[in-house]
C-alpha cells in the first residue's frame, strides 16, 4: 500500500488543518490506517488511528477533544481534523497503514508509511 498524506501547513494558534492520506493498493477491511507526529528533536508519537470497518477511533489523550480522525472508504482517504491547534502540535504528520496487529500506537505495528506533512503552528 503506498500513501500519499496532504494537507499540512502554516496555521495561527487557534486555528484548524484538515490533514489527508489516500491510500493506494490493496486495503484490508481489518486494516488500521494511523496518524503519527515527529516534532523536531523528538521521537515520532501516535495521534490517532481508525479501521476502515469499525466506527470506534482511537487518540492519543493529547488529541483528545480537539482532532477527529475520519475514513472515507470509497476514496480509500483517511482524515484529521485538527482544532484549537497548539503551537505544542508543530510537527512532520505521518500516516500509516498496513497494521500489523498488536497495539495502535506502537509504530512498529504498521508496514506502510506516508511521506509526511508539516504542521506549523504560530503562538
Known amino acids: 500500500v503506498q500513501l500519499q498524506a496532504s494537507g499540512g501547513g502554516l496555521v495561527q494558534a487557534g486555528g484548524s488543518l484538515r490533514l489527508s492520506c489516500a491510500a493506494f493498493g490493496r486495503t484490508s477491511s481489518t486494516d488500521f490506517m494511523g496518524w503519527f507526529r515527529q516534532a523536531p528533536g523528538k521521537e515520532r508519537e501516535f495521534v490517532a488511528s481508525i479501521s476502515w470497518s469499525s466506527d470506534s477511533p482511537y487518540y492519543a489523550d493529547s488529541a483528545k477533544g480537539r482532532f477527529t480522525i475520519a475514513r472515507d472508504n470509497a476514496k480509500k482517504t483517511v482524515y484529521l481534523q485538527m482544532n484549537s491547534l497548539k503551537p505544542e502540535d508543530t510537527a512532520v504528520y505521518y500516516c500509516?497503514?498496513?497494521?500489523?496487529?498488536?497495539?495502535?500506537?506502537?509504530?512498529?505495528?504498521?508496514?506502510?508509511w506516508g511521506q509526511g506533512t508539516q504542521v506549523t503552528v504560530s503562538s
Open positions: 500509516a497503514a498496513e497494521y500489523l496487529g498488536g497495539s495502535v500506537v506502537l509504530l512498529s505495528n504498521y508496514r506502510s
